[in-house]
């Protein structure tokens, strides 16, 4: 079994993103509700965060809440949101034990107001941390931040603030939810799903990918040495060939 103290710590992800999927049919092989699956779902955030910040990641990013999620019963998103809250809470102090500074990207202000307030409080409550960035998308859509990415610049463009020539990769990122991240280096996606979901489209452009077939609760510390390994075995060429890397 691969350890932490396995992996080489002068080639780790400084941005690791995570699709946290498969709670709900964790819980439907129990014979359980969907949203037991959520419950446990926490477990592996807490655990996943601990090791990261353990491993040395700078940046971690974890898909908690979709804009396609509102299509979900209602009943789902409503505990959904009141996991959120408790999770938030319960949280803060062992965020900041480890030097852990939340972050969040998604419409936040859409989300509901206890849920929206809770997230500002530990925000506020963990800014000063020079740990590890832990980023919770939250009603999080990859096409709705490149839109009004867009629709901004447009904007600025229609009143002479900027010229369309000046509009390159820096000024796009600079209109996007994660203008203080990083491009993401190592995505995962747990349960055996082999897609994005509308998750970082702009960020993961020359992401690693790795995909686990464990559901998110079962997520452990083995899951996460083994993708960093596998990320720690694999050429970035980025365009290049081989013989120009070094
Ligand atoms: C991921 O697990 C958590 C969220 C999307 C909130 P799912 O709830 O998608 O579980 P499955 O994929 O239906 O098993
Ligand atoms: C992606 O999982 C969103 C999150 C993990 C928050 P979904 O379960 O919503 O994705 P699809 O619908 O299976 O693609
Ligand atoms: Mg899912």
Redesign the pocket.
């Known amino acids: 079994m691969s350890t932490i103290e396995d992996l080489k710590t002068e080639n780790l992800p400084r941005h690791l993103a995570i ?4 709670n ?1 049919r964790w819980a439907k092989q129990r014979g359980k509700l969907r949203i037991f699956g959520h419950e446990n779902g926490v477990n592996a955030v807490r655990k996943t965060v601990e090791n990261c910040a353990k491993i040395g990641i700078d940046f971690l990013t974890l ?4 804009t ?2 509102w299509k ?1 019963p209602k009943l789902e998103v409503d505990t959904l949101m009141k996991l959120l809250v408790s999770t938030l809470k319960k949280e803060l102090a062992t965020l900041n034990k480890n030097n852990i500074r939340l972050n969040s990207i998604g419409n936040v202000q859409a989300l509901p107001n206890k849920v929206y307030l809770e997230l500002q409080e530990v925000m506020a409550k963990t800014k000063s941390n020079s740990g590890m960035t832990l980023t919770l ?1 939250l009603n ?1 859509g990859s096409r709705e931040e490149i839109k009004q990415a867009v629709r901004c610049l447009a904007s600025k463009v229609k009143n002479n603030i900027i010229s369309p020539e000046s509009i390159d990769d820096t000024v796009i990122n600079s209109h996007l939810y994660t203008h203080d991240l990083p491009d993401v280096d190592l995505l995962i ?1 747990t ?1 055996g ?1 082999r ?5 970082l489209l702009w960020q993961i452009a020359y992401a690693e990918l790795y995909f686990v077939d464990a559901f ?1 609760p079962d997520f452990s510390e083995e899951h996460l040495v083994s993708a960093i390994l596998s990320y720690q075995n694999r050429e970035r060429r980025f365009g290049k060939i081989s013989e120009q890397l070094n």
């Open positions: 699709i946290m999927d498969g709900g898909y908690a809440f979709s396609e999620n979900r998308a999080y996606r349960s799903e897609r994005i979901s509308n998750f998110w």
